[in-house]
């Protein structure tokens, strides 16, 4: 495994990361509009969102590095 090629990785799964963060935030905004808060992080629907896409974005990234062949 070549760690230094990580932040390469990581601005390629910069869309993974982007798109979670929308679906999650679509998603959880919906659901506080029906009256469910419970699981948020600080009782934030953009704190949950943004956690959910930093956490695909590392996986990815991860995932990117553990399989690079080259």
């Given at each position: ?40 992080i ?16 590392v996986?990815?990234a991860?995932?990117r590095l ?5």
């Amino acid at each position: 495994m070549r760690f230094d090629l990580f932040p390469v990785f990581l601005a390629q799964s910069a869309g993974i990361g982007l798109g979670v963060f929308i679906g999650v935030f679509i998603g959880l905004v919906i659901r506080v509009k029906n009256g469910k808060r419970e699981g948020l992080i600080m009782n934030s629907v953009a704190a949950t969102a943004f956690l959910a896409s930093v956490a695909a974005l590392v996986i990815s990234a991860a995932i990117r590095l553990v399989t690079f062949s080259g």
